[in-house]
Structure formats: structure tokens, C-alpha cells
């Protein structure tokens, strides 16, 4: 480990100068809200406003966004059982990029020098819930007759608690990463 900054009020040591390496050296994903990332339709996700994430030298301050398959890094449309990776990109201008990929290093076109991963998710098979996590019918009754039927085909958030990966179905559940 080295030594990034140091405290010198005549700013002769080159040390002393706050440069945006040297922020984002220090900086990681400073979200307002831990749910930062939110399934808002079946294929769809919303990333919230104010979250500040660092992406090689450059630092983007979020606006609310709506991402889904037109973000796709390459394809266009979602493929059922897959994992999906979502990334905020550098692409040398003045707003990031939002990018969606199967791959799980960095997305094409980009590198891990200019692009960050920032959540993800599964598209597959989900089971409509209630807020209490108990699967409905379409009448929208918990445990009711033909709540078994009751599935569509979507986005499934990957939530990590513990360090233990899983999934929970459902639509505007947040995303915990």
C-alpha cells in the first residue's frame, strides 16, 4: 500500500493535488438508497437518481433510468434462464452509458477500465406475489385457487444477503447488491 494523499496547505507535494484519479481511487457506489436498482416491469429495470459511481477516472452521478433488452450489449431480446449483468459505461461524454450483458466481466465494446458493474439480474419463469412474498392468484388473493398459473415470463432480481446469492421473483421488488 501507498501513500494517495497528503495534507499540505502551500500544495507543493504533488500529493496534496485532488485529482479525479484520486477520487475515484476512493470512490466506490454511493447510493442514496440501498435499493438503487428496482425491477419496475417484466422487462424492464429502473436505476434511481443520485447515486455517484466511480468508473475508471471519471465519477457519473445518476438520473432515474429506465434500462431493459434495447441496452442489451448484443441480441435483442432477453433469452429465458439466462443471467444478465448490468454495467454503467464511460463512453467519453458527458453522461454514462447503461449497459445490459450476458457477460460477466465487462460488456462488449467495453473494458474493465472504462465500465463497472452494478447489479444484475435472472429473466426467467416468476410466480406473482404479494408484499408478503406469497404467491397470488389473478384476482390477486394469497394461496387462492389458481394462483399455480399465475407466472409470467420476467426479470427475477439477484439479491445477495449474507454473502448468499438468491433469487426473489417479482415485479418492483428491489435489488439489494
Given at each position: 500500500?501507498?501513500?494517495?494523499?497528503?495534507?499540505?496547505?502551500?500544495?507543493?507535494?504533488?500529493?496534496?493535488?485532488l485529482?479525479?484519479?484520486?477520487?475515484?481511487?476512493?470512490?466506490?457506489?454511493?447510493?442514496?438508497?440501498?435499493?438503487?436498482?428496482k425491477?419496475?416491469?417484466?422487462?424492464?429495470?429502473?436505476?434511481?437518481?443520485?447515486?455517484v459511481?466511480?468508473?475508471?477516472?471519471?465519477?457519473?452521478?445518476t438520473?432515474?433510468t429506465?434500462?431493459?433488452?434495447?441496452?442489451?450489449?448484443s441480441?435483442?431480446?432477453?433469452?429465458v434462464?439466462?443471467?444478465?449483468?448490468?454495467?454503467?459505461?464511460?463512453n467519453?461524454?458527458d453522461?454514462?452509458a447503461?449497459?445490459?450483458?450476458?457477460?460477466?466481466?465487462?460488456?462488449?465494446?467495453?473494458?474493465?477500465?472504462n465500465?463497472?458493474?452494478?447489479?444484475?439480474?435472472h429473466y426467467?419463469?416468476?410466480?406473482?406475489?404479494?408484499?408478503?412474498m406469497r404467491?397470488?392468484?389473478?384476482?390477486?388473493?394469497?394461496?387462492?385457487?389458481?394462483?399455480?398459473?399465475?407466472?409470467?415470463?420476467g426479470?427475477v432480481?439477484?439479491?445477495?444477503?449474507?454473502?448468499?446469492?438468491?433469487?426473489?421473483?417479482?415485479?418492483?421488488?428491489?435489488?439489494k447488491?
Amino acid at each position: 500500500m501507498s501513500r494517495l494523499m497528503v495534507n499540505d496547505p502551500t500544495m507543493t507535494n504533488p500529493l496534496a493535488l485532488l485529482t479525479m484519479d484520486k477520487i475515484s481511487a476512493i470512490s466506490d457506489i454511493v447510493a442514496p438508497v440501498n435499493e438503487y436498482i428496482k425491477a419496475t416491469g417484466d422487462a424492464e429495470i429502473t436505476i434511481s437518481a443520485g447515486c455517484v459511481i466511480a468508473v475508471g477516472s471519471s465519477i457519473f452521478k445518476t438520473q432515474t433510468t429506465t434500462i431493459g433488452a434495447g441496452n442489451l450489449d448484443s441480441g435483442a431480446a432477453f433469452s429465458v434462464g439466462k443471467d444478465y449483468y448490468v454495467y454503467i459505461c464511460d463512453n467519453n461524454t458527458d453522461t454514462e452509458a447503461y449497459l445490459i450483458s450476458l457477460n460477466s466481466t465487462f460488456p462488449a465494446g467495453y473494458s474493465a477500465a472504462n465500465s463497472r458493474k452494478i447489479g444484475g439480474f435472472h429473466y426467467g419463469q416468476c410466480r406473482r406475489v404479494d408484499s408478503m412474498m406469497r404467491p397470488i392468484n389473478l384476482s390477486g388473493v394469497a394461496y387462492g385457487t389458481g394462483w399455480e398459473s399465475n407466472v409470467f415470463i420476467g426479470i427475477v432480481l439477484g439479491v445477495v444477503l449474507g454473502g448468499v446469492p438468491f433469487f426473489i421473483p417479482g415485479v418492483g421488488l428491489p435489488v439489494k447488491l
